[in-house]
């Protein structure tokens, strides 16, 4: 159903995070991406 779809997509967009993650820690420059990312993921779960 509908819980199992935002679920599924919730648990790529951390998949996602994860990677983007990785890719943050080799520099400081992206780390305000990095803190936008995360602000943005929090929005995008919260208006469900």
């Known amino acids: 159903g ?3 779809k ?14 983007f ?4 820690m080799r520099s ?8 936008a990312m995360i602000y943005l993921t929090a929005a995008i779960i919260n208006s469900r």
């Open 2 to 4: 509908a819980m199992f």
């Open 6 to 19: 935002a679920r599924h997509l919730i648990e790529n967009f951390f998949c996602k995070l994860k990677e």
């Open 21 to 24: 993650k990785r890719i943050a």
């Open 28 to 35: 400081d420059k992206t780390d305000r991406s990095f803190a």
